[in-house]
């Protein structure tokens, strides 16, 4: 597919940290872009030169999307009991990766919980675990489990700096529109050698090209739906998160090639179905599911950094 060259100055948002003198550039390392030719709503894709990271930037005639996250569907996306023992495995597989890197995880924070499938999960295990979430609907979701839930302007007061172990961002970083800020304000809540856990779609998922290809020929269906979508701002590379996690005072441990749960991936694809864009139904996601599996293909990246020692 055929890139323009790197983006001239425009008039869009000058607040926007994703331009620099009316360009795009990168969120993660701070590289120029190039335009992917692509359109998702009101924004336009680019890519980083440098880490490969993609990312949206609004269009100068576009209105910025409202980026609420829990629409009514993923409430039984993330709570039917198929999803959350599938995420029981990851979090498992993901903690004892984790514990290489750290003598001890014991009281935990969960950014961006949801319905707090996380933090359930780390309780049950002897963790003191609790989360910060935006939405009035999850948070009141996960306190009816019993947990300790913050709204995320109170959770800078009621946690101590250096207090934590470990700080966890289960597809969340893909959604925030700076990125680099918000690792940067969590950051000091960490002890020195406590860890950070990010996971977030990976952007060298061999579909994605193919799929940008795909809805250029057939427009108006758009099989590119379930890869690029307005709630994602950021499609990070490996090397464009280590980057931004490294600026902001972490060491990079680890990354780890995952696939997305296949009950979570069912509902999200049956919802977008209803919602008219010609995608298939959410019982085609199994089968896409085992041939991921057999070709050894991942479409989610797990990052494992850490706080560095050397804190002053």
């Given amino acids: 597919m055929t890139e323009i060259d790197v983006a001239q100055p425009d008039d869009r948002r000058p607040d926007d940290p994703r331009l620099v003198d009316g360009v795009p550039t990168c969120p993660a390392c701070g590289g120029t872009a190039r335009s992917r030719r692509y359109r998702v709503d009101d924004y336009d894709l680019y890519r980083c030169v440098e880490c490969r990271t993609e990312f949206l930037v609004l269009r100068p005639d576009g209105r910025p999307h409202?980026?609420?996250?829990?629409?009514?569907?993923?409430?039984?996306?993330?709570?039917?009991?198929?999803?959350?023992?599938?995420?029981?495995?990851?979090?498992?597989?993901?903690?004892?990766?984790?514990?290489?890197?750290?003598?001890?995880?014991?009281?935990?924070?969960?950014?961006?919980?949801?319905?707090?499938?996380?933090?359930?999960?780390?309780?049950?295990?002897?963790l003191d675990a609790v989360g910060a979430e935006v939405d009035e609907e999850a948070i009141g979701a996960a306190r009816a489990r019993g947990l300790v839930v913050y709204e995320l302007e109170e959770m800078a007061s009621a946690i101590e700096p250096?207090?934590?172990?470990?700080?966890?961002?289960?597809?969340?970083?893909e959604h925030l529109v700076d990125p680099a800020t918000a690792v940067r304000d969590l950051v000091p809540l960490l002890r020195p050698g406590g860890l950070m856990v990010l996971e977030t779609p990976d952007v060298a998922f061999p579909l994605r090209p193919a799929a940008i290809a795909v809805r250029k020929v057939v427009e108006p269906i758009r099989y590119s739906d379930v890869l690029y979508f307005a709630d994602h701002r950021t499609y990070f590379s490996v090397a464009g998160l280590r980057h931004l996690l490294e600026a902001e005072g972490l060491d990079f441990m680890t990354d780890m090639a995952m696939r997305s749960p296949n009950a979570k991936m069912r509902s999200q694809f049956d919802h977008m179905s209803e919602g008219g864009r010609g995608l298939t139904m959410g019982r085609l996601y199994g089968p896409l599911d085992r041939s991921m599996n057999a070709l050894g293909m991942t479409n989610k990246m797990i990052v494992i950094a850490r706080r560095s020692w050397d804190v002053r």
Avoid at 78 to 95: C, I, P, W
Avoid at 162 to 173: A, F, K, N, P, Q
């Fill in 162 to 173: 250096g207090s934590l172990d470990l700080i966890t961002m289960w597809d969340v970083i």
């Fill in 66 to 126: 409202d980026g609420h996250y829990w629409d009514d569907y993923k409430f039984e996306a993330y709570g039917n009991e198929e999803s959350r023992a599938e995420y029981s495995q990851r979090y498992a597989d993901v903690l004892a990766e984790s514990s290489k890197y750290t003598s001890t995880i014991h009281r935990s924070l969960d950014v961006g919980c949801g319905i707090g499938n996380f933090a359930s999960w780390a309780v049950d295990r002897g």
